[in-house]
C-alpha cells in the first residue's frame, strides 16, 4: 500500500527537496504541498492523507495550531502528523504531542531517517528524536497547561494488568523489542497488548497512549534535574 503524504513548509526549496526524497521511494508519494498551516488544513481535508510532513514556524497559523485541528478532527482520523522543524525542544515537543503529532524529528535528520519516521507513523508508532528525552518528555507531559485535560485514571480501569504494564514500559520508552525482552512474550505479542490498549483507550496512537498514560498517572515522570 502506497503511503500519502503532504507536505507543510514555507520553504518552497525545502518542500522540493522532500518531494523528490519521497517520490523516489516505491511505497510513498506526495499528494499536495501547503505553505502553512492553514493551508494544511485544508489540503489534509482534501486529500486524507496518511501522513502531513509539518513545519513548526510557519506564518499565519502555525504547525502547532494546525497538528491540533487535524487530530481533532474526526474525519481525519486516519491521519498522523509528522513535527519536523529546527526548533527541537523539549517544549515543542510536548506541545506537539498534546496537539496529537504522532512523531518529531529535527531538520537535520538525514534522508533514510525520514523516509524510516514516515513509515513509522504510518503504521501507528511513535517516533521522538534523540534530543527528546524520554525525562524532559515525560515532565512536560504531565504537567498540566491551561485548557489542557487530563486524562482520568478511571480510564485504565478497561486495561487488563498485562496491557497496563505494556503501556507503562512503551510510556517509559522503551521498544516493542525491548519490552518483549523483559516480559519474556514476542514482539508481536507486546504489539497486539499495545494496539489493545489503544482501542480502549480511544488513542489514535502510541503516542497519544503515552500521553494518557502519564496525564491518568500510570507512569510518574522522573524528578526534575537539578539547575
Same mark, same amino acid.
Given at each position: ?17 522532500? *518531494? ?8 510513498? $508519494?506526495?499528494?499536495? $504541498? %501547503? !505553505? ?9 481535508? @482534501?486529500?486524507?492523507?496518511? #501522513?502531513? #510532513? ?6 499565519? !497559523? ?5 497538528? @491540533? ?9 486516519? !491521519? ?24 518529531? +524529528?529535527?531538520?537535520?535528520? *538525514? ?5 524510516? =519516521? ?17 525525562? /524532559?518528555?515525560? *515532565?512536560? /507531559? =504531565? ?12 480510564? +485504565? ?8 504494564? #505494556? !503501556? ?16 519474556? #512474550? ?20 502510541? =503516542? ?15 524528578? %526534575?534535574?537539578?539547575?
Amino acid at each position: 500500500m502506497t503511503i500519502r503524504v503532504l507536505l507543510a513548509d514555507d520553504q518552497a526549496l525545502l518542500r522540493a527537496t522532500f *518531494r523528490i526524497l519521497i517520490d523516489s521511494c516505491d511505497d510513498m $508519494e506526495v499528494v499536495d $504541498e %501547503a !505553505t502553512d498551516g492553514k493551508e494544511a488544513i485544508e489540503l489534509a481535508l @482534501a486529500h486524507h492523507p496518511d #501522513v502531513v #510532513v509539518m513545519d513548526i514556524r510557519m506564518p499565519g !497559523t502555525d504547525g502547532l495550531a494546525a497538528t @491540533a485541528a487535524i487530530c481533532d478532527d474526526p474525519d481525519l482520523s486516519a !491521519t498522523r502528523v509528522l513535527i519536523l522543524t529546527t526548533f527541537e525542544v523539549d517544549e515543542y515537543v510536548a506541545q506537539a504531542l498534546r496537539s496529537g503529532a504522532s512523531g518529531f +524529528l529535527g531538520k537535520d535528520v *538525514r534522508a533514510e531517517e525520514l523516509l524510516t =519516521a514516515i513509515r513509522t507513523v504510518a503504521s501507528g508508532d511513535a517516533l521522538l528524536s534523540p534530543l527528546a528525552t524520554r525525562a /524532559l518528555i515525560a *515532565r512536560f /507531559l =504531565a504537567s498540566p497547561v491551561p485548557s489542557t485535560q487530563l486524562a482520568s485514571p478511571e480510564r +485504565l480501569a478497561a486495561l487488563t494488568a498485562r496491557e497496563r504494564e #505494556v !503501556t507503562a514500559l512503551a510510556a517509559e520508552g522503551h521498544s516493542n523489542n525491548e519490552i518483549a525482552e523483559r516480559l519474556f #512474550v514476542s514482539p508481536l505479542t507486546v504489539r497486539t497488548h499495545v494496539h489493545r490498549a489503544m482501542a480502549k483507550l480511544h488513542a489514535r496512537d502510541r =503516542a497519544q497512549l503515552v500521553v494518557i498514560a502519564y496525564q491518568s498517572g500510570l507512569v510518574q515522570p522522573p524528578p %526534575a534535574p537539578p539547575r
